[in-house]
């Protein structure tokens, strides 16, 4: 099994910017693709961005392209999420997540990270 810990959540001004990284430990050989959700109070669970360990193939989503980035450091086992320009509607907690191969779910979830965008 893979654990994955998040981290470089907080409170930042709009147009600010933060950096989040999640760190794999334990089975990391069984993840094949890292992806970034958020969830913000009463609205369902969105995809971000995701990232395949091997290749480094990313896709976004609409909402954040052109803001967000997504990149892995294999050597860390870590994966990292660059938010600039950050808007009031992009605070939520962020979770990033493993899936095993493609077109897999990811089925392995860290316990999440809060970010806080003030106006």
């Known amino acids: 099994q893979v654990q994955l810990v998040e981290s470089g959540g907080g409170l930042v001004q709009a147009g600010g910017f933060l950096r989040l990284s999640c760190a794999a430990s334990?089975?990391?050989?069984?993840?094949?693709?890292m992806g970034w959700f958020r969830q913000a109070p009463g609205k369902e669970r969105e995809f971000l961005t995701a990232?395949?360990?091997?290749?480094?193939?990313?896709s976004y989503a609409d909402s954040v392209k052109g803001r967000f980035t997504i990149s892995r450091d294999n050597a860390k086992n870590t994966v990292y999420l660059q938010m600039n320009g950050l808007k009031p509607e992009d605070t939520a907690v962020y979770y990033c997540?493993?899936?095993?191969?493609?077109?897999?779910?990811?089925?392995?979830w860290g316990q999440g990270t809060q970010v806080t965008v003030s106006s």
């Open positions: 990232i395949r360990w091997r290749s480094g193939l990313t």
């Open positions: 334990g089975r990391t050989f069984s993840s094949y693709m």
């Open positions: 997540a493993s899936a095993a191969g493609p077109g897999a779910e990811y089925d392995v």
